[in-house]
């Protein structure tokens, strides 16, 4: 049997590993930082912290275990991750016209665009 510290030594450096892999989140930060500017990168980065610990509260109050013993309940959540999912690209490409973009830019801040953008990202996958 392994000792504890073997097990927390062996977790923190898979963590470490898996968490400066880039992804999905890395991409639309560099993204933003490329199109818009550091500030709304930093915004889409603390979209996607809002999304991590969204995540995280949902997860300590019990919805991961609910999942785990529930067939039903967890297919109901990848049939609502596969709707989302597809309905990325339609409202991707909404979202992207020109006129919608500076209807948003005036009625919300580009600001708020780019955080929204972050905590969609990383909501829509736990």
Same mark, same amino acid.
């Given at each position: 049997?392994?000792? #504890?510290?073997?097990l927390l030594i062996a977790y923190i450096a898979a963590a470490s590993l898996l968490t400066i892999t880039p992804g999905l !989140? #890395? @991409?639309l930060v %560099?993204?933003?930082? /490329?199109?818009?500017?550091v500030r709304e990168a930093v915004l889409a980065g603390a979209g996607i912290a @809002?999304?991590? &610990?969204?995540?995280?509260v949902l997860v300590a109050f019990g919805l991961g275990a609910l999942f785990a013993a529930s067939a039903q309940a967890y297919t109901g959540l990848r049939w609502a991750g596969a709707?989302?999912? =597809?309905a990325t690209r339609p /409202? @991707?490409? &909404? $979202? @992207?016209?020109p006129s919608v973009v500076q209807a948003c830019d005036r009625l919300t801040g580009a600001m708020f /665009? =780019? &955080?929204? %953008?972050?905590? /969609? $990202? !990383?909501s829509?996958?736990?």
């Open positions: 049997m392994q000792s #504890t510290s073997a !989140d #890395t @991409a %560099l993204r933003t930082a /490329v199109a818009r500017g @809002a999304g991590c &610990f969204g995540w995280a709707c989302l999912i =597809a /409202v @991707a490409r &909404f $979202l @992207a016209k /665009v =780019a &955080f929204g %953008l972050g905590l /969609v $990202l !990383d829509r996958r736990p």
